[in-house]
């Protein structure tokens, strides 16, 4: 009795057992976590990008008003 296994959901070596209802649960949730990093990356290069074009064109303004100003 004193080294009994705990019940399989919540054994250690098959945490991420598609059978049991905990494993179930990881693994969706690490799908989820995929698709959503999956659909993250597109926006985080748009921003990147973008704030690229902001320094370009505030440094192209600070030039001209040194020339210029």
């Known amino acids: 009795m004193d080294n009994q296994l705990p019940p399989a959901a ?6 991420y057992d598609p059978s049991t209802p905990m494993g179930m649960m990881l ?8 698709a959503r ?10 921003q990147v990008r973008l704030f690229a074009f902001q320094i370009v064109i505030f440094a192209i303004v600070g030039i001209g008003f040194t020339v210029f100003g």
């Open 10 to 15: 919540y054994n250690p070596t098959n945490l």
């Open 37 to 46: 990093a999956e659909s993250n990356t597109g926006d985080f290069g748009k």
């Open 27 to 34: 693994l969706d949730d690490i799908r989820d976590a995929d």
